[in-house]
C-alpha cells in the first residue's frame, strides 16, 4: 500500500520561509523510477500544480506563481521530497499535497498523478 506522508507546515508570517517533506513507502518499484510533485489547493480553489522533480533529480518544472521562490529537491535513499519555500506571500496559504507517478513524466495535471498525501496545512499570515 503506497503511503505518501508529508510533514513541515504551519503557520508562517509573510515574507517568512518553510521546507515541507514528503515520506513515501509501499511503492511497487524503487522510490528512485517515480516522479514526485507537490501540489496545493487554497479554500474554495482547485487544487494546482506547484513543482515537479525527475527521478534523477535532472529536471524539475515550476509553477509561474512560485517560480524563483520555491526549491523542489529529493533524496533517494531517503525516499523524501523536500519544498522549500522562501518569500512566502498570503496567497500561498492552502494544503500542500505531496504526489508520485510512475514512470517519470512530470504533466502539471493533478488527474495524471495516481499516488497522494493527505496533505499538510500552510497559512501564510500578512
Known amino acids: 500500500q503506497v503511503q505518501l506522508v508529508e510533514s513541515g507546515g504551519g503557520l508562517v508570517q509573510a515574507g517568512g520561509s518553510l521546507r515541507l517533506s514528503c515520506a513515501a513507502s509501499?511503492?511497487?518499484?524503487?522510490?528512485?523510477?517515480?516522479?514526485m510533485g507537490w501540489f496545493r489547493q487554497a479554500p474554495g480553489k482547485e487544487r494546482e500544480f506547484v513543482a515537479a522533480v525527475s527521478r534523477s533529480d535532472a529536471s524539475t518544472d515550476y509553477a509561474d506563481s512560485v517560480k524563483g521562490r520555491f526549491t523542489i529537491s529529493r533524496d533517494n535513499a531517503k525516499n523524501t521530497v523536500y519544498l522549500q519555500m522562501n518569500s512566502l506571500n498570503p496567497e500561498d496559504t492552502a494544503v500542500y499535497y505531496c504526489?508520485?507517478?510512475?514512470?517519470?513524466?512530470?504533466?502539471?495535471?493533478?488527474?495524471?498523478?495516481?499516488?497522494w498525501g493527505q496533505g499538510t496545512q500552510v497559512p501564510v499570515s500578512s
Open positions: 509501499g511503492l511497487a518499484f524503487s522510490f528512485s523510477s517515480y516522479g
Open positions: 504526489a508520485a507517478r510512475f514512470p517519470n513524466s512530470l504533466p502539471p495535471v493533478r488527474t495524471y498523478w495516481p499516488y
